[in-house]
């Protein structure tokens, strides 16, 4: 109704008043909707057509706003392969930390592996010819995985003398190279030359030269069974004859086919009972994945998963899994909780010269969101645990030590009633990681109810008096402990708020509590046995029926595991099979009696 209001910048204000009063309206529908409609019109035309276009607010002004990031109260579900570590971003910066200073192991032999001689790979390419009885071109990789037109890489090989590439498994000829597919990602090599049996060892040796020069120490051919084989002189398992790649973040990405593991597909489980794929209907790698994460989002209540037999449920490949940083591979940090993970980390990833250069920069940045989510309760989660099985505080935490970890200053924070579902103890967490996002700079317009948020404000706007039609209207506004001070005179009578804190309504039935059943009673109580849902340790539960009963503990202690994972499915089952019994007993009642005579 004609608002005007000023809120301070840099502080923890608090909008609160009756459910239906104009509190999201003015957060989130002006405030948050303005402040990104401002950022998307800094944007390019060209960038803009990406996004959805927001419209304008129903305003006359509205100046210094800066710009705005929303944190809703809503459990986070995210993809099936979203985790504690991707959402927070630890596992970029470990991924970033393992292809730089990771050491490969061979999964043939288990041990490290070792330099190789230009020699070597030449008498290798020489058998190989000898054995195929046939030309073996050898290919120098230029391109791994990046999106792009990349025609200037035929230019550059046309410059260069060649005539061939190997373009996304398909040869093509250098001369008359057609732009790809811009917004895909492509694998390019160029086919240095042929080697067979009549090849000179010298010239050999030249073309092996030649390859690793131009493909950065590696070079590759095929088998006798159509297969890549990687060539490299850094990289090398002398006991199995095996090379490797050299390290890079992709490799321990279970969002790629590079990092993923190939029977889950980085999804860490499989079905028990395998359906049928349709991958080879799919257009293209990611039309592929796409289907993949329809097909499981569909069939999780129903499909009963288990750990990859491939991978053990460490999501990524076998090469991946055998790159260790001391005696711990990527996926062995990953199955650890936070806290012990920042302490493994901080005291037994130890380096020296090179590494400890470059380990210097990205392990503050591992640490501190380990820290983070520390801060805010979250040190008992796992890693790698699916931010699927989240529960609502959990994720709302989740999200808020991932914009600390951000480092972001100037930024309006909105977010919705943070405060829901948590327990006491999350309460004070949450509300002292919102002051650390404030004394980084930042502001904050919280919608709240709870009345210790609100006296934790800085500034407190209250919007009433009423809901609805008879709402819109700031009744009152300033420091908290002004309002709670004194008596409630003046504009604090208009105050909602005030009047519910200071005269609070007593409970009709406070006293009347019916009696429970009988410890013994068959009939009266629900028993559940065993319950092992997620954190949940093999425990035994009785409900009574006909009776309201109040499930608490702290955030993460396995309430919405015990309600959404056992109780609502075993119900479910119960009645489906009566159900079916009832219906099974209705059909042979109408069913025409025989007799045998």
């Known amino acids: 109704k004609e608002l005007h209001v000023s809120i301070p910048r840099e502080q923890f204000v608090v909008v609160t008043g009756l459910s239906g009063s104009g509190k999201s309206t003015l957060a989130f529908d002006i405030l948050f909707a303005e402040g990104q409609r401002r950022f998307l019109d800094s944007m390019s035309t060209y960038a803009r057509q990406f996004v959805e276009q927001m419209e304008r607010p129903d305003l006359d002004v509205i100046t210094g706003l800066p710009p705005t990031v929303a944190i809703e109260q809503r459990i986070s579900r995210g993809g099936g392969k979203s985790t504690v570590a991707t959402v927070t971003e630890v596992w970029h910066f470990l991924r970033l930390l393992f292809s730089k200073v990771g050491t490969q192991y ?15 790979i030449v008498t290798r390419i020489r058998a190989e010819a000898k054995k195929q009885k046939r030309a073996i071109r050898v290919l120098a990789p230029l391109i791994k995985a990046r999106k792009g037109f990349h025609d200037e890489v035929a230019n550059w090989a046309g410059r260069q003398g060649f005539d061939t590439l190997l373009v996304d498994g398909e040869y093509q000829s250098v001369e008359g190279f057609e732009r790809l597919a811009r917004f895909k990602e492509h694998n390019i090599d160029v086919v240095i030359d042929e080697v067979d049996t009549k090849t000179s060892p010298e010239h050999a040796r030249e073309i092996v030269e030649d390859a690793l020069r131009i493909g950065k120490r590696t070079l590759r051919f095929f088998d006798a069974k159509n297969k890549i084989l990687v060539m490299n002189t ?21 969002n790629s086919p590079h990092g993923w593991c190939p029977l889950c597909r980085g999804y860490g489980t499989v079905e028990k009972r395998p359906s049928k794929s349709d991958d080879r209907e799919a257009e293209s790698q990611l039309d592929a994945e796409l289907r993949e994460e329809y097909r499981r989002s569909k069939s999780s209540e129903k499909v009963e998963l288990i750990d990859c037999t491939e991978c053990g449920g460490a999501r990524i490949n076998e090469v991946a899994r055998f790159v260790r940083i001391g005696d711990l591979g990527i996926h062995d940090i990953a199955c650890l909780p936070v806290d012990k993970a920042r302490a493994v980390i901080e005291t037994d990833f130890a380096f020296e010269k090179q590494d400890a ?34 529960s609502g505080g959990e994720s709302q935490r989740i999200r808020l030590a991932a914009q600390l970890g951000s480092n972001l200053r100037g930024v309006l924070y909105v977010l919705d009633e943070p405060t829901i579902g948590l327990h006491p103890r999350d309460n004070a967490d949450l509300l002292d ?56 005179t003046g504009q604090k009578k208009k105050s909602p708020t005030l009047q519910a804190h200071s005269n609070p309504i007593q409970h009709p039935m406070l006293g009347q509590r019916r009696k429970l059943p009988a410890k013994n009673s068959k009939d009266g109580w629900l028993r559940i046995k065993g319950a092992t849902a997620n954190n949940l340790k093999n425990i035994d539960v009785r409900i009574p029926i006909g009776r309201l009963t109040v499930v608490s503990g702290i955030s993460g202690s396995g309430k919405s595991s015990f309600m959404r994972g056992v109780l609502k499915p075993a119900v479910d089952s119960k009645i489906k099979k009566t159900g079916a019994a009832k219906k099974k007993q209705a059909r042979q009642k109408r069913q025409p009696k025989t007799w045998k005579t």
């Open 433 to 488: 990681t919102l002051g650390s996002l404030r004394d980084k700079g930042n502001s904050l317009v919280v919608v709240e109810h709870d009345e210790e948020t609100i006296r934790r404000a800085d500034h407190l706007i209250d919007l009433g008096p009423g809901a609805g039609q008879f709402g819109g209207e700031v009744v009152w506004q300033g420091e908290p402990k002004n309002l709670f001070a004194g008596k409630a």
């Open 234 to 254: 850094e990289m090398f398992d002398p006991e199995s004859g095996r090379s490797f790649e050299e390290l890079d973040p992709r490799l321990f990405s279970y």
């Open 357 to 390: 250069l470059i380990a210097r920069d990205i392990l503050p940045e591992i640490t501190q969101r380990l820290k983070f989510m520390e801060e805010v309760g979250l040190g008992y989660l796992q890693l790698d645990r699916s931010a699927t099985t989240l």
């Open 106 to 120: 061979s999964p043939d032999s288990g041990k490290p592996v070792e330099k190789q001689s230009v020699s070597a």
